[in-house]
């Protein structure tokens, strides 16, 4: 069974630019999240989707991060403009059934430098 | 709102022995799911065990266990015959029962094996 893909691994840019990440979870996943991970800490929930609807976005930034998952498979998160505080591991990840104990199933990351 | 601590940043052991990570969280809830994550250089996040706060017998993985003491919101694990490969950060994390199924994370603890 193939794993969480995402892509791109790394990426660097300069403040102000836009950048967008791209998550495929796992087939059938009907659960699919987006997590930030900032240097020294834990993961931090950015959005949650089920199928193609958010369920949880109450930590995005939504004057610059934006999301979609559409057709209720793979997502993309993308950053416009990027500050330089965005500097981060962005992490996806999937689960089965989100009402069940279902484990979330992780992504490599995108190490994101904003410089 | 619910908190994970992890006051231990760095731990180090000899190989085969064995090493205790502490963990504690702060919430209002009953019933809650409790977990240890691995996290590797190369940054995927693998779930190492789980406890369900129902349950009063401690989980345990093959060399991994846990001593969960919910009236202490204490959640440690225990890593027995401590390998090379484990070196790595581990991750405290929480997620509630019902509802929302987020997983919040501890700040994380880096696990150096010393040969």
């Known amino acids: 069974e193939a794993g969480v893909a995402q892509s791109p691994r790394y990426k660097i840019i300069e403040k102000r630019q836009s950048v967008a990440f791209w998550c495929n979870p796992i087939?059938?996943?009907?659960?699919l999240y987006w997590y930030q991970q900032i240097l020294g800490q834990g993961p931090k929930l950015l959005i949650q989707?089920?199928?193609?609807?958010?369920?949880?976005d109450s930590q995005l930034p939504k004057d610059r991060f934006s999301a979609e998952r559409l057709k209720g498979v793979d997502s993309t998160l993308k950053i416009q403009p990027a500050k330089l505080e965005d500097s981060a591991v962005y992490l996806c990840?999937?689960?089965?059934?989100?009402?069940?104990?279902?484990?979330?199933?992780f992504g490599p990351g995108t190490r994101l430098t904003v410089t | 709102a619910q908190t994970v601590t992890q006051s231990q940043p760095e731990m180090s052991v000899q190989e085969a022995e064995t090493v205790t990570l502490s963990c504690t969280y702060d919430?209002?809830?009953?019933?809650?799911?409790l977990f240890w994550y691995k996290q590797p250089p190369s940054r995927q996040m693998i779930l190492v065990i789980r406890?369900?706060?129902?349950?009063?017998q401690n989980a345990t993985e093959n060399r991994f266990s846990v001593n969960f003491q919910k009236a202490a919101k204490s959640f440690s694990l225990k890593i027995s015959d401590s390998q090379l490969g484990d070196a790595a950060m581990y991750f405290c994390?929480?997620?509630?029962?019902?509802?929302?199924?987020?997983?919040?994370f501890g700040t994380g603890t880096r696990l150096t094996i010393i040969p």
């Open positions: 990840a999937s689960s089965l059934d989100p009402s069940g104990s279902y484990e979330q199933y």
């Open positions: 989707f089920q199928n193609n609807g958010v369920v949880d």
């Open positions: 087939s059938g996943h009907a659960t």
């Open positions: 406890q369900e706060a129902y349950k009063q």
């Open positions: 919430t209002s809830e009953s019933d809650y799911y």
């Open positions: 994390a929480y997620r509630t029962y019902f509802g929302n199924e987020k997983l919040t």
